[in-house]
Each structure stands twice: as C-alpha cells, then as structure tokens.
C-alpha cells in the first residue's frame, strides 16, 4: 500500500518538475524567438535599398554607353567627311593656287584654269566643312554627356559602396541563430510538443528560413560596387580626355575653309590623329559603359537572391 503511494506520490513530483522545467524552457525557447524577430527583420529593406541604387545605375550607365556609341558614330562618320575634304582640297590646291608663290609664279592663263575654275568648288568645300563641323559639335557634346553619366555612377556606387552596417545586421541575425540552434535541440531533447507550444514549431521554421543568409554575399556587393565606381571614374577620366580632343579636332583652324587650304602636311596629320584619338576615346567609354552596366546587372541578380532569402526569413516572424 506504502509503495503504491510512494510512487504515485513521485510520478505527480516528476510531473509537476517536467511541467516546472518545460515552462522555463518555453519562456527560453519564446525570449530567443523574440531575440531573432529584432536583430533579422529589416533586412530586406536595406539590401533593396542597394538594389535599388543598381537598378538606377544600369539606366544612367545605359544612357552613357549609347551617348558613346552616338559619339563614335558622328567620329567615324566625321572621319570619312575630312578624308573627302582632304582630297578636294588637294584636287584645288594641286596646280599651286593655294600658296601666294604658287599664284605669283602663273602666267594669266595659268591663274584662271588652275586658280579661277577649280575655285569654283569652293561652295563644295564649304558645305563639307559644315557637315564636318556639325559632326564633330555632335561627337563632342555626346562625349561631354558621357562625362556626366560616369560621375553620377562614381557617386551612386561610392555612397553604396560600404555595406559595413548590412553586414552586422547579417551578422546579428547569424548569431541569433547559434542561439535558436541552441533552444531548438534542448526542445527536441525534451520532446516538447509543437502542438503545444507554437513556438517550437516557429523556431524550427526560423532554423529552415533564416540561415541561408551569408555574409559573403554581401561582401561581393561591397567589391562590385568597387568595381562600378572604379570603371565609372576611368570612363569620366576618358570623357575628358575625349571631350577636349574631339573639340580640338573641330576647332577653327581645321573647320574654316580659308586656312583649311592652307594647313601643312604635318598640321593634315595632326588633325587626322585627334580625329582618330577622339574615336578611340569613345569606343573606350562604350567599353567602360558596358562593364559597368555588366556589373550593375549581376549586382540586381545577387541582391534579388539575398532579398529572397531574406523575405522568406522576415515571413516567419509575422
């Protein structure tokens, strides 16, 4: 009779001491799911943020490379226009009436059919001249835009270029989850019931959903972001360079009909070499532009990844 209420007497004891350490556990188990809510939600909304920032950067990258590719374009088309010029002017010149000695030397017959006639092309000349002059306006005014585009690109990524504060949110969030890991086992082991206590099951989802977050990732949008603002100041630096030589190619000395006849064979060379400069200038910032807009598109590609996770982590909490 003893034995059998000694040991109803401990089966109750034992009970009530499971029901004692299941009840600490549980304000355990709902304090770490509570820690977990705070350092985890909120990141979503920040990696969209530097999702956001690449999604502008693609289009202003987009609008410099097609500025550049216009820019080659009017140079190369500019490029063939001065390589006609050259020869009409030297079909003009050929007989030596471009050159006061070459003049004083003809007879008056001389002067009117090598002089007088092939002058008459002057209204050629000069209309090649404007074609000329306007495609080179064109060649330097999109080389300018391309400056503006590389400088808003250089600033976007330098502002969004340190992640220091994603990456400790991340790293807060990883954290919590040692401690989530900790809880849940300790459950497990004590076979509380997720029937019973929801807050097992939402634990075990925070295991599923939250520890795909990796700080790595992060770390990469750090050095594209680099690399964006790198490749961003190279293609301003080249859109100066460009811009200057393009409008030195254009200049009046080589646009204006009168001393275009006169330019030596040294000066012709000099002029063709800033034309050829200023194409390769822009072919350079067509090649700047589609890195750039390169990097911006894989940038879109891993933060929409790690915006995924982290939505699907920040869901367990609602």
């Not at 330097?140 to 391309?146: N, P």
């Not at 076979?191 to 075990?204: T, W």
Request: charged share 25%; glycine share 6%; proline share 1%.
């Amino acid at each position: 009779m003893y034995k059998k209420i000694f040991a109803l007497s401990l089966c109750c004891f034992m009970s009530f001491a499971s029901y004692g350490a299941d009840d600490d556990l549980i304000r355990e188990a709902q304090d770490t799911f509570n820690a977990a809510q705070l350092v985890c939600s909120g990141v979503s909304d920040e990696i969209s943020k530097v999702s956001n920032v690449s999604k502008v950067n693609t289009a202003v990258t987009a609008v410099g490379t097609v500025a550049a590719t216009g820019a080659l374009y009017a140079g190369v088309k500019k490029s063939q226009e001065e390589k006609e010029i050259d020869e009409l002017v030297e079909k003009m010149c050929a007989a030596g009436g471009c050159t006061p000695d070459g003049v004083r030397k003809m007879s008056d017959a001389e002067f009117f059919y090598k002089v007088i006639e092939p002058m008459a092309e002057i209204a050629e000349l000069q209309e090649r001249l404007k074609k000329s002059k306007k495609l080179g306006n064109w060649r330097t005014g999109l080389m300018a835009g391309t400056i503006g585009t590389n400088v808003v690109s250089a600033i976007l990524s330098g502002v969004n270029k340190n992640q220091s504060d994603l990456i400790q949110h991340i790293q807060a969030c990883n954290e919590a989850m040692v401690s989530v890991n900790l809880v849940s086992d300790k459950l497990r082991r004590q076979g509380v019931s997720p029937i019973e206590y929801p807050v097992v099951k939402r634990l075990d989802s925070i295991k599923t959903w939250c520890n795909s977050m990796n700080v790595s990732d992060v770390e990469k949008i750090e050095k594209r972001m680099t690399g964006v603002m790198g490749t961003s100041i190279a293609g301003a630096v080249i859109g100066v360079a460009g811009t200057a030589t393009s409008a030195a190619a254009n200049s009046d000395k080589y646009m204006d009909e009168e001393k275009r006849v006169r330019l030596t064979e040294q000066e012709k060379k000099k002029k063709d070499n800033l034309n050829t400069a200023a194409n390769i200038m822009a072919g350079a910032n067509i090649v700047t532009g589609a890195v750039e807009t390169g990097l911006n598109i894989s940038l879109i590609n891993l933060t929409k990844k790690l915006i995924k996770q982290a939505e699907q982590c920040e869901k367990v909490f609602e």
